[in-house]
């Protein structure tokens, strides 16, 4: 087996994470104005200043985990579902230490409740990563010919 593996390119992965991050603010920010009785401009807010993060840290982790894959032979797209299942984990693990404190503060709640919030919202995140992944590599496959660096 070759060495090279096709992986993503940078354009495609910055694709990946706009579209990622902007489905997800649209299904999140009116329930969480719901749910904390906020309005959607303070909720949506929390939610942008949230996605940039997660936005930035995306583009990292998923180079990272295609450079992973690609060590091992494997192709992104072809990612198995326990690959699958360990990527979106693991970035959620992530996300769920980093945005605490941002809770805590803006939404003026203890560590508790914005852990326990957290988790909700990243279950259902979890989930929609697993979905939104599949279904961006089926409508965008990494070509076998593609360039072979990203």
């Known amino acids: 087996m070759s060495n090279k593996v096709a992986l993503r390119s940078g354009k495609d992965r910055l694709r990946y994470s706009i579209a990622f991050e902007g489905t997800l603010l649209m299904v999140l920010v009116p329930v969480g104005a719901v749910f904390f009785d906020k309005g959607l401009a303070s909720i949506g807010l929390l939610g942008v200043l949230l996605s940039l993060k997660a ?4 583009v990292v982790y998923n180079w990272a985990f295609d450079r992973i894959d ?30 605490l404190p941002l809770y805590c503060w803006w939404l ?38 593609a360039a072979m660096a990203g």
Not at 55 to 58: D, H
Not at 119 to 127: E, K, N, S
């Open 55 to 58: 936005l930035a840290v995306s």
């Open 70 to 99: 690609a060590r091992r032979g494997r192709i992104a797209s072809d990612r198995s579902a326990i690959g699958r299942i360990l990527h979106a984990v693991g970035f959620e693990f992530f996300l769920v230490v980093t945005s």
């Open 108 to 145: 003026d709640l203890t560590i508790l409740q914005a852990l326990t919030m957290d988790i909700v919202v990243t279950g259902f995140v979890v989930a929609y990563t697993y979905v939104f992944t599949l279904a961006y590599d089926r409508l965008f496959p990494v070509r076998p010919n």
